[in-house]
């Protein structure tokens, strides 16, 4: 009987001693656990450091190039954009945009990019970004999620005009040389009269905002989250970019 007084003891204790674990580990994560409020205010904060140094690092950096370009990739943080089973419109466009960076071998063009990492700069941060660096030509990438057509698609404003490079010319460059560079198909280029890209309209150069495909389209939805396709668009980006760049010159 004592021998059977004991085990029930140390089993009552071991129950005591597992349920005061959970009950503590409950405590700590209800002390730890942050609200939403909170985890938005972290996301800001953490925003405006990684653009600070960004933007810092940039202009530092612009001083080595002859022609600026800056890229937008769209989203970023919590604002992940589209979605589909393989990827979101977040880590597609910023993808596509580093790919545009480690491509390029004009050593006299320099790329810049408005976020470089998961964060999400409010619009207004961006266009700082860009009035700051004071760019040649500017490019806001986007993925879009609508029907089960295929196609790249470029938009442009009517707010900048220039003879040498209006920017209906660019979206004409940019779309012919992505999608010859992916072997894929084009939806064509379209005045943003819906403002979908309302920094275009902030802009005095020569600028475009570039829907590199569509994710509900089966094939297409597909090969935008692979590396080897996000490589050959970044490549018919640059192609566009240079002859842009040309034209400007002329």
């Known amino acids: 009987m004592k021998k059977k007084s004991k085990i029930w003891l140390i089993l009552l204790f071991l129950v005591l001693a597992v349920a005061l674990l959970f009950a503590g580990l409950y405590v700590w994560q209800q002390m730890t656990q942050k609200t939403p409020d909170e985890i938005l205010i972290q996301e800001r904060l953490d ?3 990684a653009y ?5 690092e940039s202009l530092l950096d612009r001083n080595r190039y002859e022609k600026i370009v800056v890229i937008n990739p769209a989203h970023g943080g919590s604002d992940i954009g589209y979605r589909n089973d393989y990827g979101t419109e977040k880590e597609i466009t910023l993808s596509i945009a580093q790919k545009v960076q480690e491509n390029n071998t004009d050593s006299n063009t320099g790329i810049f990019l408005t976020r470089a990492d998961d964060t999400s700069p409010d619009e207004s ?4 970004f860009i009035q700051k660096m004071q760019p040649d030509l500017f490019i806001d990438i986007h993925v879009k999620r609508q029907g089960t057509e295929c196609g790249t698609a470029v938009y442009y404003s009517t707010h900048y005009y220039d003879n040498l490079l209006t920017n209906a010319t ?9 999608v010859t ?3 894929g ?3 064509g280029i379209f005045e943003d009269t819906q403002k979908a890209y309302p920094i275009l309209s902030e802009l005095s150069i020569p600028a475009v905002g570039l ?16 590396e080897n396709y996000q490589s050959n668009m970044a490549d018919g980006i640059l192609d566009a970019i240079y002859e842009a760049l040309d034209r400007l010159e002329q």
């Open 211 to 226: 829907q590199c495909g569509n994710l509900s389209n089966e094939t297409e939805g597909v090969l935008l989250t692979r």
């Open 181 to 183: 560079a992916v072997e």
């Open 185 to 187: 198909c084009a939806e």
């Open 170 to 178: 660019f979206a004409d460059i940019m779309e012919k040389n992505v």
């Open 125 to 128: 941060m961006r266009l700082e």
């Open 47 to 49: 925003t405006q450091e």
């Open 52 to 56: 600070d140094t960004l933007l810092k």
